[in-house]
């Protein structure tokens, strides 16, 4: 395929609202003449990331500067809006696309030009399943700097911070570059503060509900067929943090989800588990701690005990630091002052 047809915009016309400031017809409703859409294919995932930018930089540049709509999805990039917006906003893009692809990236434009102009695929970009999965704060960026320097790196921070998310696509990476031979999902099987009961079925059906979150953010990251291939063999392990007790796990990538609800003495037996070529993540949010009355977290115990060991990094979030509903920042404030 040349560079001139991967870089030819798929042209759409559509009567979708985007914009309020977009013209109406005379009966109330959207004209179709003055919406745009177009669609640039992308060649590869390095491509993919070196143009969507640091923290989606470029396409957070040409929505504020082109006032259009950008998305991006499975080698896809569209551009929706005013008609003449659009077009001004693929040229950018088309633009940008030839600057990368001859190894030039250097940007001229004076409109704040993204950080990574130079093109080159950051370290903490990962293509998943169609899509970029990326830092969307400084935070996160540090966090995932620290998961490739550190063989044990603790987090700590509020629901919706990424913790887990910005983790598992770290490990998926690491299994597929077969930096690590297997990938270790494990956390606490605590009641979030109600009885569940009994619960019916073989021993699968009664854990499950507990690992629920671990095979949801795979599952978002991975085709489910790739994964249950893997799930299979065994590359792939998801378990309570019971199961590893004895074990010595080498080679592998491993993430202690829920790490608050862990008791000091399972805290204990977790990080003495890791063997020769094993990376570990820990993540935990030390305000919602679900542990029976008297019980003491060991993810709140290892700040104090851990934080002087060399090869240890603890990687903090705060509420700027949410990615889930807006809502969620503000929620997470508010109990904050509450607590106070």
Same mark, same amino acid.
């Given at each position: *395929?040349?560079?001139?047809?991967?870089?030819?915009?798929?042209?759409?016309?559509?009567?979708?609202?985007?914009?309020?400031?977009?013209?109406?017809?005379?009966?109330?409703?959207?004209?179709? &003449?003055?919406?745009?859409?177009?669609?640039?294919?992308?060649?590869?995932?390095?491509?993919?990331?070196?143009?969507?930018?640091?923290? %989606?930089?470029?396409?957070?540049?040409? +929505?504020?500067?082109?006032?259009? &709509?950008?998305?991006?999805?499975?080698?896809?990039?569209?551009?929706?809006?005013?008609?003449?917006?659009?077009?001004?906003?693929?040229?950018?893009?088309?633009?940008?696309?030839?600057?990368?692809?001859?190894?030039?990236?250097?940007?001229?434009?004076?409109?704040?030009?993204?950080? %990574?102009?130079?093109?080159?695929?950051?370290?903490?970009?990962?293509?998943?399943?169609?899509?970029?999965?990326?830092?969307?704060?400084?935070?996160?960026?540090?966090?995932?700097?620290?998961?490739?320097?550190?063989?044990?790196?603790? $987090?700590?921070?509020?629901?919706?911070?990424?913790?887990?998310?910005?983790?598992?696509?770290?490990?998926? %990476?690491? @299994?597929?570059?077969?930096?690590?031979?297997?990938?270790?999902?494990?956390?606490?099987?605590?009641?979030?503060?109600?009885?569940?009961?009994?619960?019916?079925?073989?021993?699968?059906?009664?854990?499950?509900?507990?690992?629920?979150?671990?095979?949801?953010?795979?599952?978002?990251?991975?085709?489910?067929?790739?994964?249950? &291939?893997?799930?299979?063999?065994?590359?792939?392990?998801?378990?309570?943090?019971?199961? *590893?007790?004895?074990?010595?796990?080498?080679?592998?990538?491993?993430?202690?989800?829920?790490?608050?609800?862990?008791?000091? +003495?399972?805290?204990?037996?977790?990080?003495?588990?890791?063997? @020769?070529?094993? &990376?570990?993540?820990?993540?935990?949010?030390? $305000?919602?701690? =679900?542990?029976?009355?008297?019980?003491?977290?060991?993810?709140?115990?290892?700040?104090?005990?851990?934080?002087?060991?060399?090869?240890?990094?603890?990687?903090?979030?705060?509420?700027?630091?949410?990615?889930?509903?807006?809502?969620?920042?503000?929620?997470?404030?508010?109990? =904050?002052?509450?607590?106070?």
């Amino acid at each position: *395929m040349t560079v001139a047809r991967l870089l030819r915009p798929h042209y759409r016309r559509t009567s979708r609202p985007c914009f309020g400031s977009l013209p109406r017809n005379d009966g109330g409703g959207w004209s179709r &003449r003055f919406y745009l859409e177009k669609t640039i294919k992308l060649a590869s995932d390095q491509e993919a990331i070196a143009l969507y930018g640091n923290l %989606d930089e470029r396409l957070r540049y040409a +929505e504020e500067t082109f006032k259009v &709509r950008v998305s991006a999805r499975n080698y896809r990039l569209t551009v929706s809006g005013a008609k003449g917006s659009v077009e001004q906003a693929v040229e950018f893009f088309q633009s940008e696309l030839e600057r990368i692809r001859s190894g030039n990236g250097s940007d001229s434009r004076p409109s704040r030009p993204p950080s %990574d102009a130079a093109g080159t695929p950051s370290a903490t970009n990962f293509f998943l399943k169609g899509k970029v999965i990326q830092a969307k704060s400084k935070n996160q960026e540090a966090y995932l700097k620290a998961i490739q320097t550190y063989d044990l790196v603790i $987090t700590i921070g509020p629901a919706g911070t990424g913790k887990t998310y910005l983790a598992m696509a770290s490990a998926i %990476d690491a @299994l597929k570059r077969k930096k690590v031979g297997r990938l270790i999902l494990t956390r606490p099987a605590v009641e979030a503060g109600e009885s569940l009961g009994f619960l019916p079925g073989d021993l699968y059906a009664k854990i499950n509900p507990y690992l629920r979150p671990l095979y949801d953010a795979l599952y978002d990251m991975m085709d489910f067929e790739e994964a249950a &291939r893997y799930l299979q063999r065994g590359t792939i392990e998801v378990a309570p943090l019971a199961y *590893m007790r004895g074990r010595t796990l080498n080679d592998s990538f491993v993430i202690l989800d829920e790490g608050q609800n862990c008791t000091h +003495e399972q805290m204990k037996m977790f990080l003495t588990r890791l063997g @020769l070529s094993t &990376r570990a993540v820990v993540t935990g949010d030390i $305000t919602q701690i =679900d542990l029976p009355r008297g019980k003491r977290s060991g993810l709140v115990a290892i700040q104090r005990i851990l934080h002087e060991v060399k090869g240890i990094q603890f990687s903090y979030f705060d509420e700027r630091d949410v990615v889930r509903h807006p809502l969620v920042q503000e929620i997470i404030k508010a109990y =904050d002052k509450h607590d106070r």
